[in-house]
């Protein structure tokens, strides 16, 4: 069975420092991968998704994460952050051959303070 | 309007009694998505249509969970005699459905919110 595991439920940066915000997944074949970002008071939005080819990928507001097969892991990164980027972020996995279930994380709440 | 909506935002309900969570997907949406998102857990997978195809029920916590998808757009989450432990914010998403996740992203709902009294 799938399964992903996010370190730490809450971090906190100052603006202009890097984040990392760490998840590994669990997966017999081969994952696709995603992050989803829940800013206050919205919906859940896809951020960036790893499915094939390149493992280091970009996505929205200058996130990028990079699957690391021998590491399992998808760790989202950003250079600097911003006051902006203050969101609860989730992982999820859904397994290869068009399965449509997502599997999410339990989240990691980022705060940025000035 | 242009997203997933749910309603009500909010429910405050007696335990015991039964309530009905409602969803409308994104017109043109063949999959949705019922996901529960407790205090400090993750989301919890529920239930997933796709278009005419059975239901995937395997995320259904109990029997007193049930959904349903009426001419394939609406649909209605019903949790019958509420217990406390049903206290949730219950996500609703659409997704084109096209080879899942990977090439259609879930666009979600804000949620409703259960409180179980």
């Known amino acids: 069975a799938q399964s992903v595991t996010q370190l730490g439920s809450h971090v906190s940066v100052s603006e202009g420092a890097l984040v990392l915000l760490r998840c590994n997944y669990s997966s017999s074949v081969p994952p696709y991968l995603f992050w989803y970002v829940q800013y206050p008071n919205q919906g859940l939005q896809l951020l960036l998704k790893y499915t094939t080819g390149a493992t280091l990928v970009k996505g929205i507001n200058g996130f990028e994460a990079e699957f690391k097969k021998s590491e399992t892991s998808f760790h989202l990164t950003k250079p600097s952050a911003h006051m902006s980027d203050a969101a609860e972020y989730f992982c999820a996995v859904s397994v290869s051959g068009g399965y449509n279930k997502l599997i999410f994380g339990a989240g990691t709440r980022l705060a940025v303070h000035p | 309007g242009a997203g997933v909506s749910q309603s009500p935002s909010n429910k405050v309900t007696e335990k015991g009694k039964d309530v009905e969570l409602r969803c409308d997907p994104i017109?043109?949406?063949?999959?949705l998505y019922w996901y529960r998102q407790s205090l400090g857990q993750g989301l919890e997978f529920l239930i997933y249509f796709q278009g005419n195809s059975a239901p995937d029920k395997s995320g259904l916590p109990s029997d007193r969970f049930s959904a349903e998808r009426t001419g394939g757009s609406v649909s209605t989450l019903t949790i019958q005699r509420t217990q406390q432990e049903d206290s949730a914010v219950y996500l609703c998403?659409?997704?084109?459905?096209?080879?899942?996740?990977?090439?259609?992203?879930?666009?979600f709902g804000n949620g409703t919110r259960l409180t179980v009294t």
């Open positions: 017109s043109g949406h063949t999959a």
């Open positions: 998403a659409s997704s084109l459905g096209e080879y899942g996740p990977r090439n259609s992203p879930l666009h």
